[in-house]
């Protein structure tokens, strides 16, 4: 985890504020013990952009040529917290539906809508 500016730092500037960017924590009121705690950020999962782009224009963190084919994954690394149970069932029930009934080449094209 770095602040986007530190992206074009060396290594060890980088390195070095890690220590500092683990102490950003966010957690829901029920965990809050009143101490400190840290998470080592630099373990955090990574999941892979594709074509994103960078610069002058939006980085596309969401590759749409192969989200479906990710997202599976991301439901399995990822649990459900209280409350999200529905959500990720109703995703996984969807995510099985379509590879049940179409082909991989035709299951996620994009879709045109009738003119009206």
Same mark, same amino acid.
């Given at each position: 985890?770095?602040?986007?500016?530190?992206?074009?730092? @060396?290594?060890?500037?980088?390195?070095? &504020?890690?220590?500092? /960017?683990?102490?950003?924590? +966010?957690? !829901?009121?029920? %965990?809050?013990?009143?101490?400190?705690?840290?998470?080592?950020?630099?373990?955090?999962?990574?999941?892979?952009?594709?074509?994103?782009?960078?610069?002058?224009?939006?980085?596309?963190?969401?590759? @749409?040529?192969?989200?479906?084919?990710? &997202?599976?994954?991301? /439901?399995?690394?990822?649990? +459900?917290? !209280?409350?999200? %149970?529905?959500?990720?069932?109703?995703?996984?029930?969807?995510?099985?539906?379509?590879?049940?009934?179409?082909?991989?080449?035709?299951?996620?094209?994009?879709?045109?809508?009738?003119?009206?």
């Amino acid at each position: 985890m770095h602040p986007a500016g530190l992206h074009e730092r @060396p290594d060890a500037d980088r390195a070095a &504020l890690q220590p500092l /960017l683990n102490q950003i924590m +966010a957690h !829901p009121l029920a %965990e809050y013990t009143g101490r400190p705690r840290t998470t080592d950020w630099s373990q955090a999962p990574s999941y892979p952009a594709g074509d994103a782009t960078s610069g002058e224009q939006e980085t596309r963190w969401v590759d @749409p040529e192969v989200f479906f084919d990710v &997202l599976p994954a991301v /439901l399995d690394d990822v649990p +459900a917290r !209280p409350g999200e %149970e529905a959500l990720y069932a109703l995703l996984r029930s969807v995510l099985d539906e379509a590879a049940r009934t179409t082909s991989t080449a035709t299951r996620w094209a994009p879709r045109t809508r009738p003119s009206v």
